[in-house]
């Protein structure tokens, strides 16, 4: 078990103390009262690994939503929002 210090933590994650010490406050990084505050490096990764997933999930929506339709879904779209080419009647 090794512990951080918030500057040391800071350090990893490449942010500023501020960041960390917001971090803690919120409940999203699990850290040690005292002084110094210590943060468990298990807790650290934890906490890299959970924003890596939720990043790689929301990259999957993203392409997911953007994903090519296929032809049926295409040609309905384009027959339904083609301008209609008929002569009006007079």
């Given at each position: 078990m090794k512990f951080l210090?918030?500057?040391?933590?800071?350090?990893?994650?490449q942010c500023?103390?501020?960041?960390?010490?917001?971090?803690?406050?919120?409940?999203?990084?699990?850290y040690i009262p005292g002084r110094p505050v210590l943060i468990e490096e298990?807790?650290?990764e934890a906490y890299?690994?959970?924003k890596r997933r939720q990043r790689?999930?929301?990259?999957a929506e993203y392409r997911a939503a953007r994903a090519?339709?296929?032809?049926?879904?295409?040609?309905a779209l384009a027959?339904?929002?083609k301008?209609?080419?008929?002569?009006p009647k007079a």
């Open positions: 210090t918030e500057p040391e933590a800071a350090e990893i994650l500023s103390s501020s960041k960390i010490r917001r971090l803690r406050f919120s409940g999203e990084l699990a298990a807790d650290l890299i690994e959970e790689a999930q929301k990259e090519p339709m296929d032809a049926k879904k295409w040609a027959v339904l929002l301008p209609d080419r008929r002569k």
